[in-house]
DNA sequence: ACCTGAACACCGTTCAAGT
DNA sequence: ACCTGAACACCGTTCAAGT
């Protein structure tokens, strides 16, 4: 979908050899299932026979299969955050730690679904920890840092997994440029009274970059950072009374 | 959903029997079902039980299970945005929209999954209108439309998917305080070498309440809009070259 | 302790047959 | 045209039995 997703793969692949069952295999094999053949590709009976066992094998290391997508999703996004950012100001480090994160869901679409479906448990602790520590170093008041980072975290996992559903609808085969083309001939033959600014925007649709947008984004939610909460007073947006 | 209505015509022995089949009444029984039970609560034995027919009767309206979810997702959220806003910025009426989406999703959890994973596909094109609509009111230059339509709508859906998500993993009945003690708990246990941040804002992810920081998210993204594109220049956030 | 593999309950979907 | 319901292929999970 984006660009090369170059996110550290595992390079040595033993081969036949009858090496013993263990968790970490389990979610391995489980990991390449789900990048290789999709959501629906991960399945016991799949599992069993790359792992040459029987699905009580399995059940052993592994409580069900539930854990077995928690623990997967977990894995790639430490591995995405394991990546410390080098940019100097606490903005591009936002950017950095967000642009990881899209690039490690867009590069396993499975992993969206699942962090969606996980709510405040799991791994948003990780996620949380690492764009709140930027948002600390960005001057941010304490008794903001939780609205702060929460929508940052927020609009990235939303566009990421929009992003990745897109992906996923296509297929990794497919080519981007055509899916892009078929929506906008989707959404020029909607109706012009109901959808005129749909319509207004289907040439920006059929353009944009994914990855741009993305970062398009993360600076529109870091100037209103920096509107609300990094002066001294709540300008820019007031409501009616 | 209850036909109490005409009575005496037809004496009816068996609760709800005879009236035909069709495509809404699927559509509506799926729903209520997806509402009382859950994702994993529509199945076809099920639906078909409730609908006193065979799965084969129900194949006639609906193409596949994957079709209906659309369509019950597709219609509650028409219905969430049918409500005309009546604010008379188009800030409040952003503000109507969204807290109108969010409310739906949090009413009918399962549709945060269904449209997360929908991409630009089947009921987006509703949202960006609503949406898109307002951001054109508000000024905003015809170039910037859809960046900025696209982030607010997934800000929006991203915020609602991690609301619906909490709510999900305790069941409608559960009580709200007990399970964000129940999450602070866990959080105040993490190691504080690892997860300082975290730990910092324990109390204020205690202490929140969803729809408050709802809009104060949405606050912040039209703080950013005003800010980069209402302005006649690219204002408060700068890139290291 | 770790693994085997048949078996169980359940799922979405199909289809020849009825009206 | 619309509906019936048995049947099919497949799923996650269990468990008595083996080593």
Chains 1, 2 share one sequence.
Not at 152 to 172: D, W
Not at 184 to 201: M, S
Request: glycine residues 8%; charged residues 20%; proline residues 5%.
């Amino acid at each position: 979908m984006c660009q090369d997703g170059a996110v550290a793969t595992r390079t040595q692949r033993s081969p036949r050899r009858t090496e013993a069952l263990s968790r970490e295999r389990i979610v391995e094999a489980a990991v390449e299932l789900l990048d290789t053949t999709g959501e629906s590709g991960l399945t016991f009976r799949v599992l069993t026979e790359r792992l040459a066992t029987g699905p009580g094998a399995i059940y052993h290391h592994v409580a069900n299969k539930g854990e077995l997508l928690t623990v997967a999703t977990d894995e790639i996004v430490a591995a995405a955050l394991a990546v410390e950012p080098l940019a100097s100001s606490p903005q591009d480090r936002i950017r950095a730690v967000a642009l990881g994160l899209f690039d490690a869901i867009d590069a396993h679409p499975w992993v969206a679904t699942q962090l969606s479906d996980s709510g405040w448990q799991a791994t948003t602790p990780r996620i949380l920890e690492s764009i709140g520590r930027q948002v600390g170093a960005l001057g941010v008041p304490e008794d903001d840092w939780f609205i702060t980072t929460t929508v940052l975290m927020q609009y990235i996992l939303g566009a990421a997994a929009q992003n990745a559903a897109n992906a996923r609808h296509v297929g990794p085969d497919a080519n981007r440029a055509e899916l892009l083309g078929a929506m906008a001939a989707e959404w020029a033959e909607l109706d012009p009274g109901d959808y005129p600014f749909t319509r207004a925007v289907v040439g920006q649709m059929r353009d944009h970059d994914d990855r741009e947008q993305f970062l398009a984004g993360i600076d529109l939610v870091l100037a209103g950072i920096t509107a609300l909460h990094l002066t001294g007073r709540q300008a820019a947006v007031h409501r009616e009374p």
